[in-house]
């Protein structure tokens, strides 16, 4: 018999018929932030989440819906969540960046968020935004479903594969390595990966314990993949059978693309769809596989496993095939054999923008202070919170902002082509709060800077997202539309990376903020430090 969690599967999959009417609701909750011990892969530490849950609990509600919850620290240290790709429209205080939107949450304090969904659907997020925490599991899977979902009738149920990778270190011990002189620069390498909060990190593979994700014979099920991990890319499969890609980042797409592994990077999210075999007498093996070309080294256990079971009774899948699926796998993805290329997706609905009237340019460089310590920069900046208040509260008071904030100014209405070229050996996940983009160009590795004479931007059909995978000594352009007035992080989602201050702030009309969220003589004090 597989040995899975049980109450795993009931948490992470949803029978999607009628959960959706013309009601609006809101989801009301208090979330109590914990530490405890667990062993989600074998290997047993002290780890983060929330009402005693781990993974911590998952937020189902439907397009419209508000949702209002309590957050109460009981740890240590402040906190904060942030909703990932969240827009917060006229809520910017719930999206949850403390130093930015709001002030850390203190130990035994609480702080209420509450927003509503609008007109977003999708597959979404939420994390810590405080330090190195998520790392730690403070993290969880955010599903807005959609009534009208337009490939609703094209699937009978469907579950959620939440990747992450897995430390076995604290992330603050980790943290206070990487940012000193002896790393060299070189981000923690994660000890294996989870999926759905089950890892196996040093077990025969009879004993171990697999996350199980049930099918039913000629069925089709919708997964929603999300990776939540603070470094890892993965490569994910399904052994025996393909996926149609229908969402990146909560947009629609056209389902022309079908593949047999997807490399998903951190922050990012995509749901397909997988059709269940006629006839079969066997489980087959989910695979989510870190990518050993971001990383330093490779990790000690780089792959987890999952089930994709028709039957109980039909045991573990091959043993044989699961020990000798990673090379393949990895090779397929480097031969790019019908592997997900992200510059391939197409959304349903076509709408960009065909010209921009503003372009910020943005540089990454990682390089050494005076200290010896390797720090990450856009624009030779590196991003330093706020101490003592939030920049809401700078602008609200109508103070120079700080240097260390790395703040751009852009006026409501605008359209902006960002151009970031990347002059770091590393791949980034960059990440923009408060909107979407649209990547209308995207550079391979090592093809250099943006060259305006050779590139040709697509604005017939690009993806649009909110967390684009921004290649080695190369470049990408990304446009948005600034009709969300707010103060906006825009920042690399390896978190190593964003506490190295690869950030920047894009303060979006700083007028319409001030009538959205008022003005004060004198700043808003923090009484604990926003990190």
Not at 80 to 99: K, M, N
Not at 152 to 180: C, G, N, P, R, V
Not at 322 to 329: H, M, S, Y
Request: hydrophobic residues 35%.
């Amino acid at each position: 018999m597989i040995r899975s969690s049980l109450i795993s599967t009931l948490l992470f999959s949803l029978c999607t018929a009628n959960y959706c009417n013309n009601d609006k609701k809101t989801f009301t909750a208090e979330f109590r932030v914990q530490q405890f011990d667990r062993s989600p892969d074998g290997f047993k530490r002290s780890l983060l989440s929330i009402n005693n849950e781990f993974p911590a609990p998952i937020i189902n509600v439907c397009k419209g819906d508000t949702i209002n919850i309590t957050v109460v620290n009981m740890l240590h240290v402040p906190i904060s969540i942030h909703w990932h790709g969240i827009f917060q429209i006229g809520t910017l205080t719930s999206d949850g960046v403390p130093g930015v939107t709001q002030c850390a949450i203190p130990s035994n304090q609480k702080y209420h968020y509450k927003f509503q969904t609008g007109i977003q659907t999708g597959t979404y997020w939420y994390h810590s935004h405080a330090s190195v925490q998520y790392i730690d599991g403070l993290k969880s899977a955010l599903i807005i479903h959609d009534p009208k979902d337009p490939w609703k009738s094209h699937y009978d149920e469907e579950e959620i594969f939440m990747l992450s990778d897995w430390y076995h270190k604290q992330a603050l011990t980790l943290q206070k390595y990487y940012l000193s002189k002896s790393s060299d620069g070189n981000e923690p390498v994660p000890d294996t990966g989870l999926i759905n909060g089950i890892g196996q990190y040093n077990c025969a593979v009879k004993k171990c314990q697999y996350y199980n994700a049930p099918i039913k014979i000629g069925t089709t099920k919708r997964f929603r993949i999300i990776n939540t991990s603070a470094f890892a890319v993965f490569l994910f499969t399904i052994e025996g059978h393909t996926m149609k890609v229908i969402e990146a980042d909560g947009t629609n797409l056209n389902g022309k693309t079908t593949v047999n592994g997807i490399r998903i990077n951190a922050g990012q999210r995509y749901s397909v769809l997988v059709k269940g075999k006629t006839k079969t007498n066997q489980n087959y093996w989910i695979r989510a596989i870190i990518d050993p070309d971001t990383m330093d080294h490779a990790s000690f256990k780089p792959n987890v496993s999952a089930i994709l079971s028709y039957n109980g009774k039909y045991g573990l899948p091959s043993e044989v095939q699961f020990n000798k699926n990673d090379g393949i796998i990895l090779d397929s993805f480097h031969e790019g054999n019908n592997f997900l290329d992200q510059n391939s997706l197409q959304p349903m609905e076509l709408n960009v923008p065909k010209k921009s009237n503003k372009t910020v340019k943005v540089e990454i460089e990682f390089y050494d202070n005076k200290n010896g310590v390797n720090l990450a920069h856009f624009n030779n900046i590196s991003f330093v919170h706020v101490m003592g208040t939030t920049l809401l509260s700078i602008v609200q008071t109508n103070q120079p902002y700080p240097k260390s904030n790395n703040v751009i100014s852009i006026n409501y209405g605008d359209i902006i082509d960002i151009i970031i070229n990347n002059h770091d050996d590393g791949e980034h996940p960059i990440h923009l709060h408060g909107h979407k983009f649209w990547i209308i160009a995207n550079g391979n590795t090592h093809d250099g800077d943006f060259n305006e004479k050779k590139v040709v931007f697509n604005t017939r059909n690009p993806l649009k997202r909110d967390t684009v995978s921004l290649n080695p000594h190369s470049y990408a352009v990304l446009r948005f539309v600034a009709d969300n007035p707010g103060i906006w992080i825009f920042h690399c989602h390896i978190d190593w990376h964003l506490q190295a201050g690869l950030a920047l702030i894009f303060v979006e009309s700083a007028q319409r903020v001030q009538k959205l969220y008022g003005t004060t003589k004198s700043l808003n004090k923090c009484t604990s430090n926003n990190y």
